[in-house]
């Protein structure tokens, strides 16, 4: 795991972490009090039952590990645990509100929200009173200023509340939730924390067990075939839950209260289980019954039970990583990993904070250089072949600016958080500015050396090799040209301090469709994943050591392929994609993945990152009004109105005679 945010207040690494939760963080807690657990639960990676509702590991031991700390150890859990780097209170079933029944009555835990709290200040005392006994499996008493508090309860009090009152009578008890949220947050800081990580509530609308206990109409399915009625509550919830964490910031002023919006990203496993490497979304590995949820309330996952006269079991599947839920409730390791990947990542922290796991990564780069195509072009190819027009530029630049948008790039917004300059187009002899890097990426670029000209195919002379060789040009100029005071080349130790990023291979893949077809661009993959890889050990060899590979977007979902690529109507999905492309794309994906696996074996001391920004853009055109936006697979700037607003003989800012009218 490697971060590319630059510097935080934060004061990282973590010594200690301190988990608050039910069972999507029990990691034995529950089992420790009431054992009980059966098989198959554990059956991954730990080949037994451990405590952890999954078929493995949770997303706690995937975020300790990102961390550099051990398993943390279940509080309840006396015999054989090792407390020096913090403790989980986490129990399964547990609740934020004081349960009002027996465990034995109605499943909820009695080790509530403020029951864990207790527990936590209980497990202080005891620090402080052992320090002089050199007990060896308790941490120092400074412990708890330097560790990281993960809070993520709230999931039983909701579908408890929904199953009695519905989705909307869920609303009256948010408050209350909320607001003890917050105060156990300031109780903790009263004993010394000061990083908190509040993970908000998952699309319990997606889940398998809901789908099948919770009474919903046909109306009330979204496309991914998950409740939209019990996902709004959710999002309700969640909302409130944000702003009142923004409210304790300003009680709380020198700590760092962190809202995690796991919400996104167990939503979009559940939507696009196929983006992840996975195969089902809304069933369950580990359950009975079969169907479309593979879940029966009467029998839970691992336990056998007479149904119908019938002893039936609720046995695994066998191929938990295919699928997102392990039981209908819970999730499976594979899509725990993906979960923690994410909050490791930061990408989903308000406000913006960095964990800044430990890694060998030095992260303050120096400089950004960059190939690519059209995607990343910031005014390569216009530079060699002027012939730019408006409306490109219009929204930021106010003028064309080299990009094939309206306004700025992916590559000018990394730039922007990493803290540089936007880059300087290496084909830009005029006022360009070097010392942060330079971009060799160029509109129409190939990662295949191209056989026809730009004038007759349209495709770049730029190609991936060339672009290489422009960077050894460039790399020879620096090291030629630094003693002579050049005021806009970096100095020559940049390469090793730089971050290479690699967002190529589109024109590969869309060129040869149409006279190829999907199986004939399949033959072609190995050898445009091979000449990436082959790129990056080049610039290995002459000092890179940081290098972040975007995979390739769903095409299928594109106006423009929409309009050219000949497809059927049953090829198209619920959101207007075509789904043979985007499959073939997910292919392609997965062997550029594998590809840069490999690649990390020969460089061991690099860090070579695999990018997945299909994901993201995937649910961009499938779900433009969760993002504030209107339109998904339909043109701004184009020409022919419609579904697309796209015609390939006229392209934006263009003028053309079509049907004997300009």
């Keep these: 795991m490697v971060m590319l945010v630059p510097g935080t207040n934060a004061k990282c690494a973590f010594e200690a972490m301190f988990i608050f939760g039910d069972s999507n963080s029990d990691n034995g807690g529950f089992n420790a009090a009431f054992p009980s657990q059966p098989s198959p639960n554990g059956m991954t990676y730990f080949n037994r039952p451990t405590g952890r509702a999954t078929d493995g590991r949770l997303y706690v031991d995937f975020l300790a590990q990102g961390l550099g700390l051990p398993f943390v150890s279940p509080y309840l859990q006396s015999i054989g645990s090792d407390y020096r780097h913090g403790t989980n209170f986490a129990t399964a079933a547990s609740t934020v509100l004081m349960p009002t029944t027996s465990l034995f009555v109605n499943g909820v835990s009695p080790f509530y929200l403020a029951v864990q709290i207790n527990q936590m200040k209980q497990f202080k005392a005891k620090v402080e009173e052992f320090k002089s006994q050199g007990q060896t499996n308790l941490p120092q008493p400074d412990i708890f200023g330097k560790a990281l508090y993960v809070i993520y309860i709230g999931q039983n009090d909701f579908t408890g509340f929904a199953g009695s009152a519905g989705a909307g009578g869920v609303k009256q008890y948010t408050p209350q939730i909320v ?85 996104s990203v167990l939503l979009e496993l559940y939507r696009n289980p196929s983006s992840h490497g996975m195969q089902h979304g809304t069933t369950a590995c580990c359950g009975y019954g079969g169907g479309s949820y593979n879940y029966n309330q009467q029998v839970f996952c691992g336990y056998s039970k007479v149904v119908n006269g019938q002893t039936v079991t609720a046995s695994a599947c066998s191929d938990p990583q295919n699928y997102v839920s392990w039981d209908g409730i819970h999730l499976t390791e594979a899509a ?53 027009r408006p409306p490109n530029g219009m929204t930021y630049f106010k003028k064309p600016a080299g990009r094939a948008t309206d306004g700025r790039l992916i590559i000018d917004f990394l730039a922007k958080a990493l803290g540089l300059p936007f880059l300087s187009p290496y084909l830009q002899s005029i006022g360009s500015d070097y010392r942060h890097g330079a971009n060799f990426a160029t509109l129409a670029s190939t990662v295949r050396l191209p056989h026809t000209s730009l004038f007759v195919t349209g495709v770049s002379p730029f190609s991936l090799a060339i672009q290489l060789n422009q960077m050894k040009q460039f790399k020879a100029k620096v090291d030629e040209l630094h003693s002579s005071g050049k005021a806009n080349l970096p100095p020559p130790n940049i390469f090793g301090k730089s971050l290479y990023t690699f967002y190529i291979g589109q024109n590969d893949f869309t060129g040869n469709l149409a006279s190829l077809g999907i199986n004939g661009v399949k033959q072609l993959l190995p050898e445009v994943v091979s000449q990436i890889t082959s790129t990056i050990k080049e610039i290995y060899a002459f000092g890179g050591r940081t290098f972040l590979v975007l995979n390739l977007a769903p095409i299928g979902c594109y106006p423009a392929f929409l309009v050219e690529l000949p497809h059927t109507v049953s090829d198209i999905d619920s959101f207007g994609c075509m789904i043979s492309y985007n499959k073939a794309v997910v292919d392609s994906n997965y062997m550029l993945k594998e590809a840069l696996r490999e690649t990390r074996k020969d460089i061991p001391d690099a860090n070579v990152i695999y990018a997945d920004i299909h994901s993201v853009m995937l649910e961009l055109f499938q779900h433009p009004s969760s993002h504030g936006m209107k339109y998904g697979t339909k043109a701004c700037c184009g020409y022919g109105g419609g579904a697309y607003n796209f015609n390939p003989q006229v392209f934006c800012g263009n003028t053309k005679l079509i049907n004997g009218q300009n």
């Design 179 to 263: 607001s003890q949220v917050v105060s156990a947050v300031k109780e903790l800081y009263s004993l010394g924390g000061r990083t908190f990580l509040v993970l908000n509530l998952g699309p319990v609308g997606c889940y398998p067990a809901f789908l099948v206990q919770f009474p919903h109409g046909s109306s009330d399915m979204d496309p991914s075939g998950c409740m939209m009625s019990h996902n709004n509550a959710v999002n309700e919830y969640n909302s409130m839950l944000k702003d009142a964490l923004g409210q304790a910031r300003q009680d709380l002023k020198d700590a760092s209260l962190i809202y995690v919006d796991t919400n």
């Design 336 to 388: 725990n990993k993906i979960m923690a990947s994410e909050i490791l990542s930061g990408s989903h922290f308000d406000p913006p904070f960095s964990l800044n796991p430990r890694s060998d990564a030095k992260c303050d780069f120096k400089a950004i250089f960059n190939f690519g195509d059209s995607n990343s072009d910031t005014g390569g190819f216009w530079a060699a072949f002027p012939a730019e």
